[in-house]
């Protein structure tokens, strides 16, 4: 099992997660997901994403022009995307807690 | 690098084309801008977006399983879904046709028919197979081998048995019977409706070698030397002569009148013989209608 099958259940927390403190637009957040540790994840898993949390109502957008190059969307992380990152969170560190000592009684 | 982000970008719409077209469009609004930030980077470090991304379809593919949408529909999936549709755009023909014959659906009178294109298919086949085999390098309504048609009727029982048979085959195997069953229908189809053409040809064209016991053909090509000039009831005129219009010279043929016929002519043409013989005793519907009739022309009896 590599990272990128494990990627598909959290890539929705991760990307919250790395909006919880500043807005940024698709591939400045590709770049902290990848700085963070995250170095297999996909452009386009990132761009879908985006779109798909936009659409779901965790995130709010505007656009920012750019001197040189394209304008940039920014995202950010509104109320409900909070409220979806606090509860994310939780089941995530739950889940992993099982998942550890799982992993634990078999070695 | 514009030119390379508006293309890679349209080949990742392609290949998203079957997604629901609000998601489609609000997904490829955004993607030139954003792709356009990968070419940028791309471009510092030398290599192009398709090497920094992988093919557009890969990236449509990623991308389209993080919208949580399922895969592309697989090729066959796609094909029995137009099926379905062409059939539904039918099915409404295929009652109303069905109904001017009496059934529920036009199929249901073609299924019935199934047996009758089964012999008939065993017969072209026959055919097919005596026109190669047989005496002669066309088809015979009887197959003829040996200078007979004995083995050409058995050909044509074991053609229509076979026939019945692989339809019966078909109707309960698998695909590849079906498309073996298909290709050969057309096939035969196709050779039937060119021996049609052909016979139908055959029965049309003029008869050159004319003779006394043959009825009278109609030619348009010919180049006679010796004629006879009738008038609308069939009866030999004359003496006349033909001018072709165009030259505007006698026609070089002899024009043959009853008057001064002589026996050789009688004894050459018989035809001639008949008409004189036949405008001596003008026929009852003859001297009753002076009105021009269309087929003058007697068949001639010896």
């Known amino acids: 099992m590599d990272t990128t099958q494990l990627l598909k259940g959290v890539l929705?927390?991760?990307?919250?997660?790395v909006l919880r403190e500043e807005d940024g637009y698709g591939y400045d957040i590709l770049r902290r997901l990848r700085t963070a540790g995250l170095e297999e994840i996909g452009d386009a898993s990132v761009y879908g994403t985006l779109r798909r949390l936009f659409a779901a109502g965790y995130l709010t957008t505007y656009v920012v022009p750019s001197e040189e190059g394209p304008h940039r969307k920014y995202y950010s992380l509104n109320p409900a995307g909070r409220t979806q990152l606090k509860n994310g969170g939780e089941i995530w560190r739950g889940f992993a807690t099982t998942m550890d000592t799982l992993l634990q009684e078999t070695r | 690098m514009n030119a390379e982000i508006a293309k890679y970008a349209a080949a990742v719409g392609a290949?998203?084309?079957?997604?629901p077209e609000n998601t489609r469009n609000?997904?490829?609004?955004?993607l030139p801008e954003h792709l356009a930030e990968v070419a940028a980077e791309a471009e510092a470090e030398g290599v192009s977006l398709a090497e920094r991304l992988g093919p557009p379809a890969v990236y449509a593919a990623e991308l389209r399983a993080s919208l949580g949408h399922a895969d592309a529909p697989s090729r066959s999936a796609r094909w029995s879904e137009r099926r379905a549709r062409v059939k539904a755009r039918v099915q409404p023909l295929n009652v109303r046709i069905g109904r001017i014959f009496g059934y529920a659906h036009l199929t249901d009178l073609l299924r019935q028919l199934h047996p009758a294109w089964w012999v008939l298919r065993g017969y072209v086949a026959a055919l097919v197979i005596g026109m190669l085999l047989g005496d002669e390098g066309h088809p015979r309504v009887i197959p003829q081998f040996g200078g007979n048609g004995v083995i050409g009727v058995a050909l044509i029982v074991a053609g229509i048995i076979g026939s019945i048979w692989?339809?019966?085959a078909t109707a309960n195997g698998g695909r590849k019977t079906r498309i073996f069953s298909g290709v050969l229908s057309a096939g035969l189809a196709l050779f039937a409706f060119a021996v049609a053409v052909a016979a139908d040809e055959a029965m049309s064209r003029p008869d050159y070698n004319y003779s006394a016991d043959q009825s009278v053909v109609y030619t348009s090509q010919w180049q006679p030397t010796d004629v006879v000039v009738v008038d609308p009831q069939g009866h030999p005129v004359g003496p006349v002569g033909i001018v072709d219009l165009d030259s505007q010279n006698y026609w070089s043929v002899n024009?043959?009148?009853?008057?001064?016929?002589?026996?050789?002519?009688?004894?050459?043409?018989?035809?001639?013989?008949?008409?004189?013989?036949q405008a001596a005793v003008p026929s009852p519907s003859a001297s009753a209608s002076v009105q021009p009739s269309a087929s003058p022309l007697p068949t001639p009896t010896r």
């Not at chain 2, 290949?15 to 997604?19: E, F, G, N, R, T």
């Not at chain 2, 609000?26 to 955004?30: A, R, S």
């Not at chain 2, 009148?257 to 004894?267: A, F, H, K, Q, R």
């Open chain 2, 26 to 30: 609000e997904l490829m609004d955004d």
């Open chain 2, 255 to 277: 024009v043959h009148t009853c008057e001064n016929m002589l026996p050789w002519e009688g004894d050459r043409w018989p035809l001639l013989h008949v008409l004189c013989r």
């Open chain 2, 166 to 168: 692989l339809g019966r």
């Open chain 1, 12 to 17: 929705d927390l991760a990307v919250l997660a």
């Open chain 2, 15 to 19: 290949a998203l084309a079957d997604l």
